[in-house]
Nanobody, 124 residues
Framework: QVQLGESGGGLVQAGGSRRVSCAAS????????RGWFRQAPGKERESVAA????????YYADSVKGRFTISRDNAKDTVYLQMNSLKVEDTAVYSC?????????????????WGQGTQVTVSS
């Protein structure tokens, strides 16, 4: 069984930066693709970014492309989401996920394991 735990959320001003992390425990996730998703109040959860098992292939939602960077450290079994030039509309609960495959996907239904999420609030 895989447990995922996010950290690094908090309050940040618009235009600022924040890095959130997602550490895996239990069964290793170093061979699995990972993803970041977010859910804003009153909205459905949406995909943000995904990364394949090696870290060499990444995908981004159009809304964050050029501002967010997903990366991973397989030695630490941890995935990161570096968020720059944050906007008020980036405010959401950010959750990480792992899928039982090496290839990255952006579809929520492709992921088997989920973390609890971490709140990121961007103030104007």
């Amino acid at each position: 069984q895989v447990q995922l735990g996010e950290s690094g959320g908090g309050l940040v001003q618009a235009g600022g930066s924040r890095r959130v992390s997602c550490a895996a425990s239990g069964r290793t996730c170093s061979d699995y693709a990972r993803g970041w998703f977010r859910q804003a109040p009153g909205k459905e959860r949406e995909s943000v970014a995904a990364i394949n098992w090696s870290g060499l292939i990444t995908y981004y939602a159009d809304s964050v492309k050029g501002r967010f960077t997903i990366s991973r450290d397989n030695a630490k079994d941890t995935v990161y989401l570096q968020m720059n030039s944050l906007k008020v509309e980036d405010t959401a609960v950010y959750s990480c996920a792992a899928r039982l495959h090496t290839i990255a996907q952006m579809r929520e239904s492709d992921y088997s394991y989920w973390g609890q999420g971490t709140q990121v609030t961007v103030s104007s």
